[in-house]
């Protein structure tokens, strides 16, 4: 593996593969692990590899269809995640054709946002369709970035701007 690369990226076809994680693992590098269409042993049996290696891991949860349906994305395994693997950084994978589910997910933790990215959707090939073009993920950054200043801090508070109309509705 070269050094030149600053991560490896596992699709969720090679979740499984324990000969190539354990090859991976020797490398050092960070490693991110989409997690799609997996058991829960194999991604336990996964994570060990990594954690024994002493490796960088993010683990990806993705549901490995395309495009994903919502009513298939189980974004709440995001959470289970955070509890299984406390110190693992959780991320989504996304397959889906818009921006939605991908703030969802970070709502629910996911520290890490894959989203396949295209030139022009229409283009021949099984990915561009639900990939993002240039300015679908300018708008999911600008979206992500709009989320995680609205999560706040949990603290409930009166803010200055709600003094007046309050005062109004009074």
């Known amino acids: 593996v070269a050094r030149e690369v600053p991560a490896i990226k596992i699709h969720s076809g090679g979740v499984s593969d324990l000969p190539l994680l354990q090859y991976v693992a020797r490398a050092g590098l960070p490693v991110l692990l989409s997690t799609g269409g997996c058991t829960l042993e194999n991604l336990h049996a996964a994570h060990t590899v990594f954690t024994e290696a002493q490796c960088p891991l993010a683990l990806l949860h993705c549901t490995a269809s395309y495009p994903l349906a919502p009513a298939e994305a189980n974004l709440r395994v995001i959470q289970m995640l955070r509890k299984l693997y406390p110190g693992t950084v959780i991320g989504w994978s996304t397959h889906h054709t818009g921006i939605s589910l991908s703030l969802a997910a970070y709502a629910l933790g996911a520290r890490i946002i894959e989203h396949h990215v295209t030139l022009d959707r229409a283009s021949k090939g099984t990915d561009h369709a639900f ?3 240039p300015i679908g993920m300018r708008k999911l950054v600008r979206d ?10 949990g603290e409930k508070r009166i803010y200055p ?9 009074g």
């Open 161 to 169: 701007s709600e003094v007046n109309p309050i005062a109004k509705m």
């Open 131 to 133: 990939s993002l073009e």
């Open 144 to 153: 992500l970035r709009r989320v995680k200043v609205a999560l706040g801090d």
